[in-house]
């Protein structure tokens, strides 16, 4: 089992940036791959991108391109998004996933799946 534990919320100005964290604890010699994910409440959960944690390739999706970076620290079992450019549209609940999948790529990269997941954190932009 791999428990996650997400950290960075609040409530920022449009334009202003926030960064989150996922520390992640267990078993996590057996994570292949980390992800972002946010959802809008009465919506479906919505892919950021996702981190290869062996290599450090990350990928995120178009919607955040530009704007969102994932990046991870090994050593603190620790994964990131910064978020730079905010808009009140990218207010929402931001999750962390993890999985041992032995493959991950842009096609396939949806909720489903990622077995381990955070709790979530609440990211509120104002205008």
């Known amino acids: 089992q791999v428990q996650l534990v997400e950290s960075g919320g609040g409530s920022v100005q449009a334009g202003g940036s926030l960064r989150l964290s996922c520390s992640a604890s267990g078993s996590t010699f057996s994570t292949t791959f980390m992800a972002w994910f946010r959802q809008v409440s009465g919506n479906e959960r919505e892919g950021i991108g996702y981190t290869f944690v062996q290599t450090r390739f990350t990928y995120v999706t178009d919607s955040v391109k530009g704007r969102f970076t994932i990046s991870q620290d090994s050593a603190k079992n620790t994964v990131y998004l910064q978020m730079n450019s905010l808009k009140p549209e990218d207010t929402a609940v931001y999750y962390c996933?993890?999985?041992?999948?032995?493959?991950?790529?842009?096609?396939?990269?949806?909720?489903?799946?990622?077995?381990?997941w955070g709790q979530g954190t609440q990211v509120t932009v104002s205008s």
């Open positions: 996933a993890a999985t041992t999948a032995n493959s991950m790529s842009a096609s396939i990269f949806r909720p489903s799946r990622f077995e381990f």
